[in-house]
């Protein structure tokens, strides 16, 4: 009896510490953003002074970054953060994301915890939906002139359908600084294959796949004794869009996503369902047939992907340069200049103009909002840190670091960087510690150019270019008689919407189906087309059209047609506003 | 599975002893009072884990936003129903899942009982048990990486056809997961290695519980090793086989999500996807949770339909039920 009693106490106590944990957890969730504490402290040190101007009590804030995955980190560990810490007294807790997106977005949408500060990237439509941000336009306006000037002209662009602002978008152009080195979409080759063919230039797509198969003829295999792969293209998942953008690339089309945006009257046409696709389908198909197409283009995923062009078996790739970002700069570290790769403006005939490079545009989002449950005291504070980060000489420190340290200033004004300052920071480690890496995208930016004249990102500015390409780089810039790697391709044309695939697409609209829809579709049938006989290409292509959505396309072309036009209006508009004042 | 129905045996009585009502229900209860406080925690648990959810259910029948209060909800019928059962591909989806499962519940219960078998018939004890850790570690890998193993093992470069090219049995490397009609096959293959040894443990204590004296009586009657496999083990573990077995058809429709999502591709797609990746794609990346809910519900509904099912053919198979 006694034993039973000690039992039935024990469990008594189990139970208890479990009613009593499970209480505290759910008190806890609803303080973790540090709500109350930092709203105590706010009112704590607001009411005596009377002067939120001069709060410069520390406070921490969580900013939540779905952008990509990152090292966590609190600002004030970097030297850019600490200074921005003394300046406004505020820090933020940088949280990356770590796995799916919509998964984690998604558990905050449904907890309604956010943390102060959010980018939800993909997600950042379901978050404003769900009423998770606060409106931004009468903050700003209030207490962040810097940062009103910066997007003055994208005002009315910011603001959404209920005329609210949500959202502070990284990048705010002001004019256009022509990139240096490829950021955007282009069709490599291996510059081992350009060198041994005589430095040939193709622009159509049959001269592209011409070099790879002359080289491919002569040379099958890598010196260690590895297969080539003649061209092998990236399919898995939601990257897909950078293969199958290639018809519309090819066209002449900058990347507006899966519509084309007429120039004239701004209507947006699907391009997955015309004879683009059915063209370079067929051409794929025919160097399929040759064996040049990577057998497992379609099974690979994105490390695989990653990793074949790494070790240096593939010829030719068409993608986006800031997707093969991690292969780019291990084969550019060692010093071998042959194993890198260099990209070309394809099109399907000569007389198409490229669109490789992307004209100046303003993406409204993704971007950063504050979140619904931070008080208004707390809101104050964090703007007034983003209108710090918004002013210019801020703008200058985080994009070229200090002068006489990290950049220099010539005689008429023009930014420059020595050798020794270019080698100093092209360790990762280093721009880490000094914060650059933390700070010179997500937040309140400006790209293209300084009023100035200097470009706004280094790497743009042509002096600093110029200075940075190795002897093997040199090599092929004299063969092709260009002093950047963008001079080969066409100026980009004015697109007032671009990019078109900003426009916000009502999750679970037709618009939204017939993306994750056509994707599925053309993920099915484009391997069945691409490695099927040559003789039956005809029949699949006939059957993949039958399969197309096209009631859901109409749905698409007509909500990514009037965001153009209407985006398109708005800068018009903004642009005027901006001058008028 | 004696012992059990020895602890069932006494519950028939109860209606007989019934009839003084309330008052012995009450008795019986403070006799018991030490198990039931036991169980509290666990009906508390799955209260709040099994039972409230089902109120989610609801969410089936809205066109749910997140963040409104269920009273904002707006309320669309059987619509995301529909969407479901008219969708050209749902078929095809229910067809994959249901041969996936199929393929690895067969796989699943031969492969470990027969390995089961195997380990107990080893006299080597050192040699035993190295066999059966080897077997299980697999089971802790997780998708993520076992499917990463698996895709090189079978990538054109990876071991296997390097094999096959080696004895000269195929004339090209053959791109396994890029055929679609293959891939049931590769993932019931992956299934089994990486939970054949995890799975063989219960049947392994199965075996462990039946009377050394009928093995030693079978020797004396002369019966081979095979044999006593036959008549002895396999009998023995019968009951645990049905019990498994009926459990398991109540998961028919899990057929599992990572390794579909994992190991499917473009060129596979038509016989990768199954229920949960058609979630996962339509419902929870799109934010259409009402979708997902739908779907979830079907799928209960079905696996319930098969658990009754099942119970009441084994036991009109005389080989009693789960309940």
């Not at chain 1, 430095?199 to 002569?218: C, G, H, Q, S």
Request: include cysteine.
């Amino acid at each position: 009896m006694f034993k039973f009693k000690h039992l039935l106490f024990a469990l008594m106590l189990v139970l208890l510490l479990a009613v009593v944990g499970c209480s505290d957890d759910s008190d806890e969730t609803s303080g973790e953003n540090n709500e109350p504490d930092t709203s105590e402290e706010g009112t704590d040190n607001e009411t005596p002074e009377e002067e939120p101007e001069e709060n410069l009590e520390p406070v921490s804030y969580d900013f939540f970054d779905a952008s990509g995955p990152g090292t966590d980190i609190n600002t004030s560990e970097v030297e850019l953060g600490k200074r921005f810490e003394e300046a406004t007294g505020v820090t933020f807790d940088i949280e990356h994301i770590v796995g799916d997106v919509n998964q984690k977005i998604g558990t905050m949408i449904a907890s309604g915890e956010y943390p102060e500060l959010l980018n939800a990237e993909q997600s950042t439509d379901a978050v404003i939906d769900a009423g998770g941000f606060v409106p931004l336009q009468d903050l700003i306006k209030e207490h962040a002139p810097n940062l009103y000037d910066m997007y003055a002209p994208y005002w009315e662009l910011m603001k959404r359908d209920d005329g609210n602002i949500y959202l502070i978008s990284s990048g705010a152009p002001n004019g256009y600084a022509r990139p240096a080195n490829l950021e955007q979409g282009a069709w490599f080759i291996k510059r081992e294959a350009l060198a041994e063919l005589d430095y040939p230039e193709p622009r159509t797509l049959d001269e592209y796949f011409a070099v790879i198969e002359e080289f491919m003829a002569a040379n099958p295999q890598t010196e260690d004794g590895a297969d080539r792969i003649g061209f092998t293209a990236l399919t898995y998942d939601w990257r897909l869009f950078a293969f199958t953008n290639q018809p519309n690339h090819l066209a002449g089309f900058p990347n507006d996503g899966g519509a084309m945006i007429d120039m004239e009257t701004q209507d947006a046409t699907v391009y997955a369902n015309t004879d683009y696709t059915r063209d370079w389908l067929k051409k794929l198909n025919e160097v399929n047939n040759k064996g040049l197409f990577d057998r497992e283009a379609f099974t690979q995923n994105y490390d695989e992907y990653l990793a074949k062009i790494t070790n240096g078996r593939v010829v030719g790739f068409f993608d986006y340069q800031w997707q093969i970002g991690d292969a780019w700069n291990k084969l550019g570290e060692d010093e071998d200049p042959y194993n890198d790769y260099m990209g070309f403006p394809i099109t399907f005939s000569e007389d198409i103009k490229d669109q490789y490079l992307d004209p100046v545009a303003y993406v409204s989002s993704p971007g950063m909002g504050i979140t619904t449950g931070t008080p208004e005291e707390d809101q104050i504070r964090i703007i007034k840190y983003l209108d710090h980060i918004a002013k210019i000489e801020t703008q200058k420190e985080i994009m070229w670091g200090d002068e006489g340290v990290h950049y220099e200033v010539s005689d008429d004004g023009r930014y420059y960087r020595t050798e020794e300052q270019i080698a100093m920071l092209e360790p990762k480690e280093f721009r880490d510690a000094h914060g650059f890496t933390y700070f010179e995208w997500g937040w309140p930016r400006m790209s293209g150019l300084y009023d100035d004249g200097n470009s706004v990102e280094p790497r743009r500015q042509p002096e600093v270019a110029a200075l940075s390409y190795k002897d093997g780089d040199k090599e092929f810039l004299d063969a092709y008689g260009i002093t950047t790697f963008t001079e080969l391709f066409a100026e980009p044309e004015e697109r007032p919407w671009f990019p078109a695939w900003d426009t916000p697409v009502e999750t679970g609209s037709d618009a939204a189906l017939y993306d994750q829809t056509n994707n599925d579709l053309m993920l099915r049938q484009f391997p069945k087309i691409i490695t099927g006989d040559p003789s039956e290409f005809d029949a699949n292509w006939q059957e993949y059209l039958d399969e197309f959505p096209s009631d859901l396309a109409e749905a698409y072309e007509e909500v990514i047609g009037n965001g153009a036009k209407s985006k398109a209006e708005k800068l018009a508009e903004g642009v005027e506003n901006a001058n008028a004042e | 599975m004696q012992a059990q129905t020895e602890v069932n045996a006494p519950t028939p009585k109860m209606p007989q002893r019934k009839d003084k009502g309330f008052k012995a229900f009450l008795k019986k209860c403070k006799d018991q009072r030490a198990l039931l406080i036991m169980t509290i925690p666990f009906v508390i648990w799955v209260f709040i884990f099994k039972y409230l959810p089902v109120w989610g259910w609801t969410m089936a029948f809205q066109d749910y936003k997140p963040a409104r209060t269920f009273s904002e909800q707006e309320w669309v019928g059987f619509k995301h129903f529909l969407f479901l059962f008219e969708s050209d591909r749902f078929l095809g989806v229910l067809r994959n899942t249901l041969a996936q499962s199929v393929i690895n519940m067969v796989l699943g219960f031969v492969t470990a009982i027969g390995l089961a078998v195997l380990i107990n018939e080893l006299t080597n004890m050192k040699f035993k048990r190295v066999v059966q850790t080897i077997s299980y570690l697999p089971h802790f890998l997780s998708w993520v990486v076992a499917a990463a193993l698996v895709s090189s093992v079978l990538s054109i470069d990876g071991i296997i056809n390097e094999i096959l090219m080696g004895l000269n049995l195929v004339d090209r490397e053959l791109l396994f997961l890029g055929v679609g009609e293959w891939f049931w096959g590769i993932l019931g293959a992956a299934e089994t290695w990486k939970n054949v040894g995890w799975n063989a443990i219960i049947y392994l204590a199965a075996i462990s519980m039946i009377d050394q004296e009928q093995y030693e009586a079978a020797k004396i009657d002369g019966a081979s090793r095979v044999q006593r496999i036959i008549h002895i083990t396999i009998p023995g573990m019968k009951s645990v086989i049905i019990v498994l077995l009926i459990m398991n058809i109540g998961y028919i429709l899990e057929a599992g999500f990572e390794a579909q999502y994992l190991l499917g591709n473009g060129q596979n797609v038509e016989y990768s996807e199954n229920i949960d990746v058609f979630v996962i794609k339509y419902g929870i990346s799109q934010f259409n949770f009402a979708l997902a809910t739908a779907a979830g519900m079907f799928k209960t509904v079905i696996s319930f339909v098969f658990l009754v099912a099942a119970n009441s053919l084994s036991k009109k198979m005389g080989q009693g039920g789960l309940y």
